[in-house]
């Protein structure tokens, strides 16, 4: 199992923990990748909190949404509503979101679905985020695929990171990646 460390500033606020704490948290159970998720600060506070954890993150580090500041970055991950706001045609889209940010720069997309994971398969991204494995409190909204997930995720050629809800010691045969945000306090 490796461990995709997501690190919500909302939800770091609402438990009081401190930035750098869940990333050296993170960092101490072996995570390789920590994507930082920010929904309501401005790309400045954003910018910051970036290089800050550059500072001390050596692993992976991904941006949630914010392609603007992939350069602070490894990659970014988005969205499906994200993901078509750039284009209409998901392959015209990967292709201007690689010229925004780079080819070397790591893209990763959020997936819930079979349908989802079969274009996601025509595109040229590093991975897929699959869920919601159980319901959360930052995604009321998500439809919880529960013991589908792994075979759901049978069908995605890129690697696949479990997203919602899961847990350090959830096992899956076709996941690499376990998305573990407040889990991990």
């Not at 101490?28 to 910051?48: F, M, P």
């Not at 274009?119 to 009321?140: E, F």
Request: with cysteine; aromatic share 8%.
């Amino acid at each position: 199992m490796e461990i995709y460390a997501l690190c919500d500033a909302d939800m770091l606020k609402e438990k009081g923990v401190d930035l750098l704490f869940f990333a050296e948290r993170a960092k101490s159970l072996g995570a390789e990748v920590l994507q930082y998720r920010n929904k309501h600060a401005d790309v400045a506070t954003i910018k910051a909190d970036l290089i800050t954890l550059r500072r001390i993150w050596e692993g992976f580090l991904i941006i949630n949404d914010h392609y603007e500041l992939s350069s602070f970055c490894d990659g970014i991950h988005i969205g499906q509503e994200d993901l078509y706001a750039i284009d209409t045609d998901p392959l015209r889209a990967v292709k201007i979101l690689k010229m925004a940010i780079g080819e070397d720069k790591l893209i990763g997309l959020s997936t819930h679905n079979l349908e989802e994971i079969e274009i996601a398969n025509t595109l040229d991204i590093n991975y897929i985020g699959l869920g919601a494995y159980r319901a959360t409190a930052t995604k009321s909204d998500a439809k919880v695929l529960g013991d589908q997930l792994d075979a759901i995720a049978s069908h995605s050629k890129h690697p696949v990171a479990a997203i919602g809800g899961v847990k350090l010691d959830d096992r899956f045969e076709y996941v690499t990646y376990h998305v573990i945000g407040s889990g991990l306090l």
